[in-house]
């Protein structure tokens, strides 16, 4: 977006054609700059040749409008009309001059797979649909623009809340562009379900009994690809098996088992950038095993790789919390290990339910370690998606939801 011109330049209007009006969108986007530079650039490299390009294609050309440095584009007509090419086509030009010298970034890869440990002792308040939300946001792709919302949590954080439906808090960003792996670690296969898969069959292999010890094959096989034009092939699920319930009384006589999720994935996360872990509502020995996954790594940077913990705003969900923070306290003294928090999502958050819900969104806000990384409203696209089976972020990419789980996941990144 060409952002308001200082008192230097002056507004421009002429036409381009859609194709490359879209892709100079998304290569200032990728390079974070302004439409307006980009176009400045391009102007002064076309007007720099010693030779006129090959023609470019300027049928169904559009409007096209940025600002430019005072009297740069009087001398652009003019060097139009010296080389004898019209104005939309000396403009697409430089353009394209722009785009050439300026390829697109690429992906930002992490050196260490990133590990996001998704939890909460309690039930329903949507580790699911944080833990899916999220990876679907880092794996849309960078050639594309999707709408998001640089997250700034004020002292009030229901300013925020309020204004979050302001299509100009909303900005057009390119996405992550990452491989991603989610991994249903919960036995009751919310997150296969969700996103339209079936859960392994109990007679079969499963991420269970690779971790028991007695896998069957390899767990690559047992790997599927989330559909969704938007996340091309980055985007892959491990589904559960009911036998998950089974998992803490097959720990107990496994050797080492606090790392036996870390054995279990060892073999296939090398093929990913991030892999979250929907974990099951349970302080169990699968959650001791989902956290020490979640350490940090010799050579990892801090906050690579954690616990991220989603909560909702009431009474219940802060008990809950005291519960797995003790776990985590434990497992880092017991242990030794470099266990980092991601930070707090407060999900299902309406504050139309009144002071219980402000007053406890307020409460969460005045924790700073860990601070509260995202807040996700209560809204109904959630709900349609799951009963569609899809993923929200490719069932309704621009709604509220879609727009706030971007936000957390470029806050956690």
């Known amino acids: 977006m060409t952002s308001p011109s200082p008192s230097d330049r002056d507004k421009v209007v002429s036409k381009l054609p859609t194709a490359l009006q879209q892709d100079l969108k998304i290569r200032?986007?990728?390079?974070?700059?302004?439409?307006?530079?980009?176009?400045?650039?391009?102007i002064a490299a076309w007007r720099g040749l010693g030779a006129n390009l090959s023609p470019i294609d300027t049928s169904g050309a559009r409007s096209f409008s940025t600002w430019l440095p005072a009297d740069q584009w009087s001398a652009f007509r003019k060097d139009c009309a010296t080389r004898g090419v019209s104005l939309v086509q000396g403009l697409s030009q430089s353009v394209q001059v722009w785009l050439d010298k300026n390829p697109a970034p690429d992906v930002q890869r992490p050196v260490v797979v990133r590990r996001f440990i998704v939890c909460n002792q309690k039930g329903g308040v949507g580790?699911?649909?944080?833990?899916?939300?999220?990876?679907?946001?880092?794996?849309?792709?960078?050639?594309?623009?999707?709408?998001?919302?640089?997250?700034?949590?004020?002292?009030?954080?229901?300013?925020?809340?309020?204004?979050?439906?302001?299509?100009?808090?909303?900005?057009?960003?390119?996405?992550?562009?990452?491989?991603v792996l989610?991994?249903?670690?919960?036995?009751?296969?919310?997150?296969?379900?969700?996103?339209?898969?079936?859960?392994?069959?109990?007679?079969?292999?499963?991420?269970?009994?690779?971790?028991?010890?007695?896998?069957?094959?390899?767990?690559?096989?047992?790997?599927?690809?989330?559909?969704?034009?938007?996340?091309?092939?980055?985007l892959h699920l491990l589904p559960a098996c009911t036998d998950a319930f089974l998992l803490d009384v097959k720990l107990s006589g496994v050797r080492a088992r606090e790392a036996a999720l870390e054995r279990a994935l060892a073999s296939v996360e090398g093929a990913y950038d991030a892999v979250l872990v929907d974990c099951p509502p349970s302080l169990g020995l699968s959650m001791d095993a989902a956290a020490f996954y979640g350490r940090r790594r010799p050579d990892e940077d801090p906050g690579n790789s954690g616990v991220l913990v989603v909560v909702q705003a009431e009474d219940s969900s802060a008990d809950a919390y005291g519960l797995l923070t003790s776990q985590v306290e434990d497992l880092r003294s017991d242990m030794g290990l470099e266990l980092d928090y991601l930070g707090i999502v407060v999900n299902h958050y309406d504050a139309r339910r009144g002071y219980i819900a402000t007053s406890s969104l307020e409460n969460w806000m005045e924790i700073k370690d860990p601070r509260v990384v995202g807040v996700i409203g209560d809204l109904k696209e959630q709900k349609e998606a799951v009963r569609m089976k899809q993923p929200l972020l490719a069932y309704a990419p621009r709604c509220d939801q879609a727009v706030a789980l971007r936000a957390l996941a470029r806050e956690i990144s």
């Open 28 to 42: 200032t986007a990728q390079h974070g700059i302004d439409i307006q530079h980009a176009v400045e650039a391009g």
């Open 127 to 179: 580790k699911t649909a944080v833990t899916a939300g999220t990876g679907q946001a880092l794996a849309e792709g960078s050639d594309q623009l999707h709408a998001a919302r640089v997250s700034k949590y004020f002292a009030n954080a229901r300013t925020e809340l309020d204004e979050a439906d302001d299509p100009l808090n909303y900005e057009d960003l390119p996405g992550p562009g990452l491989r």
């Open 182 to 234: 989610l991994v249903d670690f919960d036995p009751q296969c919310h997150l296969t379900k969700q996103l339209g898969h079936e859960p392994l069959p109990i007679e079969g292999d499963s991420l269970t009994k690779h971790m028991a010890g007695e896998g069957k094959g390899e767990l690559r096989d047992l790997i599927v690809k989330v559909e969704g034009e938007r996340f091309g092939d980055r």
